[in-house]
């Protein structure tokens, strides 16, 4: 493969913001990946974090509400974009009001092509939804509040 054609690959890596791309002309392949094999699996949200270190100068502002301490706050495992239900035509999975379970699905975050199911960690009723449906989600934002006293 040419010289040339690898360096462009490079700078569209770098211009698209993708972690890896892998091409194959006929018996010849090319794989560019922006992280060592040995990086960790996800290098992605650790890059990101630099972002959401400049958001807690802006929660002090928003922490003396009532609703944020009332709350487990569900937050983004990763950079991507929420969807509050499966499909466009889809009911949303839960809804403010709604009562899940441990382990229910709350939304999905569709992160490089890619569709995570984002689950309950705790049971309670859903309290707030902070993300609109397509929305870009940021690593570590709040998704959904769930009021866990609740329960009973």
């Known amino acids: ?3 040339r054609k690898v360096k462009k690959l490079i700078e569209l890596l770098d211009e698209s913001g993708i972690a890896e791309i892998e091409i194959t002309e006929g018996e010849e392949s090319v794989r560019i990946s922006r992280y060592s094999q040995n990086a960790p699996a996800a ?4 890059a ?9 100068a802006a929660a002090p502002a928003a922490a003396p509400t009532e609703p944020e301490e009332d709350g487990f706050e569900v937050a983004a495992p990763m950079v991507g974009t929420f969807y509050a239900a499966s499909s466009p035509g889809a009911a949303p999975y839960v809804q ?4 899940v379970n441990e382990g229910d699905t709350l939304c999905i975050i569709e992160a490089m092509k890619m569709m995570n199911q984002i689950d309950a960690d705790v049971s309670g009723v859903v309290k707030s939804i902070r993300m609109q449906n397509g929305e ?3 690593f570590g934002q709040t998704l959904i509040v769930i009021d866990q006293r609740a329960n009973t």
Do not use: L, N
């Not at 990101?48 to 807690?56: C, F, I, Q, R, S």
């Not at 403010?96 to 009562?99: K, L, N, Q, S």
């Open 1 to 3: 493969m040419d010289i």
């Open 43 to 46: 290098p992605a949200p650790v």
């Open 48 to 56: 990101m974090a630099a972002p959401v270190a400049a958001a807690p």
């Open 96 to 99: 403010v009001g709604d009562r």
């Open 136 to 138: 870009p989600v940021e």
